[in-house]
C-alpha cells in the first residue's frame, strides 16, 4: 500500500475496552467468582479486587481521553444491577449511568456491553443457560438498563461472544459452570441465540436510536489436508449459528485474537517457527483482516463491521505494537476492497484479570500495579494514540 491510501475513512472510530468482572473487582455475586473459588476448577487465582475500577472509572476515563481515543467499550455487571431476582439496585445503575456521563463530558462515547460473561449467582441456581428462564431473565435486565443508559449511552453491544460462552462453559470446561457436554453447549448456544435477538427489541424498545449488535469471536480457521469435514463442523458450531442470528441488527462486532490450523482431528496446533504468546495461541495478526473478510462473506455485507476487540497478551510492548499495526494493515486492505469496517477497539485499555489465566496474560496498553493500583500508559498507548489522532497507519 502506499502512503497516500494508508489513512483511514473519515468517520473512522478508535476506542478500547475492558469488562466488568475483569477490572472492577469485588464481583463476588456472580458465577465466575464461584467458580474462582472452587477447589479444581483450573482457575490460577481469584479477580479479588481487580483493577479497583469499580473505584476508579474516572480514572480510566480520563486515559481513554488522553489517548484521543472516541469510544469506550464497557460492560455492566448484572449481578450488582440485579443482586436478587427482580430487586433492582438504583445504586448500581446511577453508577454505570455516571460512568456513561462521565465519558461523555470528557468527549467519549460509552459503548455498552449487557452480558460479558458473567451471570447472576441467583440464575446459576435456576438453571443459568441451560434454562429457557435465563432468556426471559436477560430480557427484563436489558429492558431495565436501557432505560436507565438509554439517553447516555452511544451503542449497545447484547452479548459478548456468546459462541465463547457456550463453548468454554458447557464443552471445553474451563469457564463456568465447568461441564464437559457438546449436547448441552449446543442447547447453551441455542438459547444464547433466542437471548440476543430478544435483547435486540428491549434495548431497541427502551432505547430508541442506539444501535445494537452482537459481538462474536472469530478465528482465522485454516484448512490443512484431511480437515474439510472439521473445519465445516466447527466453523458452523463456533460462529455460523451466531452470525445467521444478526440479521436486521445496527452492526456486526468482530473479535479476532488469531488463527487456528484444522486437520482431520480438529486444531493441529501451532504452527512450528511461528511464536507462541502466553494465551497459547500464535501470533498472527492477520488473523483480523481474514476474519473480517469471512464475516463480510457470510452475511453478504447486510450490515456494518466494528472490530470491538483485537490485541495481543504480551509482556513485550514493541511485539504488542508490532501486532497492532499488522492488524490495522489488515482492515485497511479489506476496506480497500469495498468492506464496510467503520472502527476498531483494542483490547484492552488495562492489564487486567484474564478469566481462568488470572492476571498472567497482559493485554493492556496501560500498566496496573497490582499492589497500588496505579495506572502507567505503556508505549503502545501513545503509538496507539498517534494512530488515532491520524486516522491514518503510519509507514
Known sequence: MTQQNRSFPEGFTWGTATAAHQVEGGNTNNDWWAFEHTPGSGCTESSGDACDSWLRWEQDADLVASLGLDNYRFSVEWSRIEPSEGEFSQAALQHYRDQCEGLRQRGIDPVVTFHHFTTPRWLTAQGGWESDLAIERFER???????????????????????????????????????????????????????????????????????????????????????????????????????????????????????????????????????????????????????????????????????????????DDTQRIQYVHQALEGVLNAIADGIDVRGYTYWSLLDNFEWALGYKPRFGIVNVDRSTFARSAKPSAAWLSSVATANALPA
Request: with cysteine.
Open 141 to 315: 435486565f436489558c429492558t431495565v438498563v436501557a432505560e436507565a443508559l438509554g439517553p447516555v449511552m452511544s451503542r449497545a453491544c447484547t452479548i459478548n461472544e456468546p459462541n465463547i460462552v457456550a463453548t468454554m462453559g458447557w464443552l471445553a470446561g474451563m469457564f463456568p459452570p465447568g461441564k464437559t457436554n457438546k449436547r448441552l453447549s449446543r442447547l447453551v448456544a441455542d438459547n444464547l441465540v433466542k437471548a440476543h435477538r430478544v435483547a435486540v427489541d428491549a434495548i431497541r424498545a427502551a432505547a430508541p436510536g442506539v444501535p445494537v449488535g452482537l459481538t462474536l469471536s472469530m478465528t482465522d480457521y485454516q484448512l490443512l489436508e484431511g480437515g474439510e469435514k472439521k473445519l465445516e463442523s466447527i466453523r458452523h458450531h463456533s460462529e455460523d449459528v451466531f452470525l445467521d442470528a444478526v440479521g436486521g441488527d445496527d452492526f456486526l462486532g468482530v473479535q479476532v485474537y488469531s488463527r487456528m490450523r484444522i486437520g482431520p482431528k480438529g486444531w493441529a496446533g501451532p504452527e512450528e517457527g511461528v511464536p507462541t504468546l502466553d494465551m497459547g495461541y500464535e501470533f498472527y495478526p492477520a488473523s483480523l483482516g481474514n476474519c473480517l473478510r469471512r464475516a463480510w462473506d457470510y452475511t453478504n455485507g447486510a450490515l456494518p463491521l466494528l472490530v470491538t476487540e483485537n490485541g495481543i497478551g504480551t509482556t
